[in-house]
């Protein structure tokens, strides 16, 4: 699959959308809220802080994106770390595009459950994807998962990893991970089904059309999505309560912690239906 050519891409745009969650046993239970995504070029950072002055970048600004929110978390270059570990997995970056889908802070904050790393060759093709997946325990893992021809097909790409990082105290870590997502254009479509040994368990997905990032889309996403990025955090444990009240089953965290990043073993991805 391959990427749009330099001059159309610009550094940084915005995906205004809508991100289910549905539960599907052992009782059901969904959710739907609206959100605002960012996706920026790594290696464009200071293009893309000078868009709109109502967006910073490795500064304030009501709303901002900080490098230091993710990968390492300790304010390393993002686009180094990611070609590192890109390289560690055998896939070369050196001139190609990496795009960070994510959401920014606003008003100063974020909380990221998920950001994705579009990763392209020289060539625009498409190379690697990275998930990097946080919890609400100050844990984080990246799934590195670079991308076949198998996995490639007109609907999007799919891939699947072995569940690493303890997310959510009412799934337990004998689970799988199924991704599904279309590379970013006029829309952008990311799905998730996490599955155990008898199915289908949990399935997410995130829909949202693009908007370019100006300050009257930044002023409309600000006045109809109010502290939009605290709602994410407070949508979780809501949801957790609620999930409680349910009676599901509580699974204890593992003592001890899983490592940083993980590669995909090479598996396309065995999605099953729901």
């Known amino acids: 699959m391959t990427a ?14 809508e991100v289910m969650h549905a539960r599907l046993k052992p009782v059901p239970h969904r959710f739907v809220y609206r959100v605002l995504n960012l996706l920026i070029d790594l290696d464009r950072l200071d293009e893309a802080g000078r868009l709109s002055p109502l ?14 929110d993710h990968g ?14 890109a390289a560690g997995a055998g896939v070369d970056l050196s001139r190609g595009r990496i795009m960070l ?8 904050y974020a909380f990221n459950p998920l950001s994705v790393y579009y ?18 325990f100050g844990g984080h893992h990246s799934y590195v998962c670079p991308v076949s021809a198998a996995q490639t097909s007109a609907a999007g790409i799919r891939q699947s990893h072995p569940k690493r990082l303890y997310v959510s105290p009412f799934i337990g870590m004998d689970m799988r991970y199924h991704f599904r997502l279309t590379l970013p254009g006029d829309e952008l479509k990311l799905r998730i089904l996490e599955t155990d040994d008898q199915g289908p368990l949990l399935a997410a997905s995130f829909h949202g059309r693009r908007q370019t990032l100006t300050s009257p889309h930044l ?16 949508g979780i444990h809501y949801e957790a ?27 396309p991805a065995q999605e099953r239906p729901g």
Request: aromatic residues 10%; contains cysteine; positive net charge.
């Open 4 to 17: 749009r050519p330099q001059g159309q891409n610009p550094p940084a745009l915005l995906y205004r959308g």
């Open 55 to 68: 967006f910073g970048v490795n500064r304030r600004g009501v709303f901002s994106f900080r490098e230091r």
């Open 72 to 85: 390492p978390r300790d304010g390393t270059p993002l686009a180094g770390y990611v070609r590192s570990i």
């Open 101 to 108: 889908l994510c959401y920014p802070r606003l008003l100063g």
């Open 119 to 136: 990763c392209y060759r020289s060539d625009g093709t498409l190379a690697l994807l990275v998930y990097e997946v946080r919890n609400t």
């Open 219 to 234: 002023v409309a996403a600000f006045c109809t999505l109010p502290l939009v990025t605290l709602k994410v955090m407070v």
């Open 241 to 267: 309560a609620r999930l409680w009240l349910k009676g599901v089953r509580f699974h204890p965290g593992p003592q001890r912690a899983s490592a940083p990043r993980s590669a995909d073993q090479g598996h």
